[in-house]
């Protein structure tokens, strides 16, 4: 006769599991808000550098503004008020939003943008699907970071890259 005993590591599967599902909201709240600053500050540098959301360079300067303010490298810059007004929030469990502080500068990020009055259109304050590829892969990196220091194994893992998968569509 043959004799056999089976255990289970169900309970501590099951233990395992409901702590990541209690620090997942947390875990996910912490990883947008990271994308978020991602952006600002992407928005910022790029600017900085004279460059539109696809990285060309924005329109000239007017001679007479250039030659008035000693500039030739068109960053947005005059005062530094309008990128230092840029921040980032969380707006819901799932979305972050990146927006400007002020009104007063949200305004004259608007007439850059748009080219509203007597500036040309600068399209700084947007970004593209290589800018967006990036901030994904950011986050998914620092979503398995985190799951990994939570010690799921490698089964789980699977089920939790669906769960993400299914949480970011």
């Not at 928005?43 to 007479?64: A, H, M, W």
């Not at 008020?81 to 969380?90: P, T």
């Amino acid at each position: 006769m043959l004799s056999a005993k089976v255990t289970s590591n169900l309970p501590q599967v099951r233990k395992r599991f409901n702590k990541f599902f209690k620090q997942f909201p947390d875990i996910v709240t912490k990883g947008l808000e990271q994308a978020g600053v991602q952006l600002k500050e992407i928005i910022i540098d790029r600017t900085d550098k004279g460059l539109d959301f696809n990285k060309r360079r924005f329109v000239p300067y007017s001679p007479s503004y250039a030659e008035e303010k000693g500039k030739t490298v068109v960053n947005l810059q005059d005062t530094n008020r309008m990128l230092q007004s840029i921040d980032s929030k969380l707006k819901s469990k799932n979305k972050v939003q990146v927006f400007f502080r002020s009104q007063t500068q949200a305004k004259k990020a608007l007439f850059h943008q748009k080219g509203l009055g007597k500036l040309p259109e600068r399209k700084f304050f947007a970004y593209n699907f290589k800018t967006e590829k990036l901030i994904r892969r950011t986050f998914e990196d620092f979503m398995k970071k985190e799951i990994k220091r939570l010690k799921i194994w490698v089964k789980e893992r699977t089920l939790l890259a669906t769960l993400l998968l299914q949480f970011q569509t």
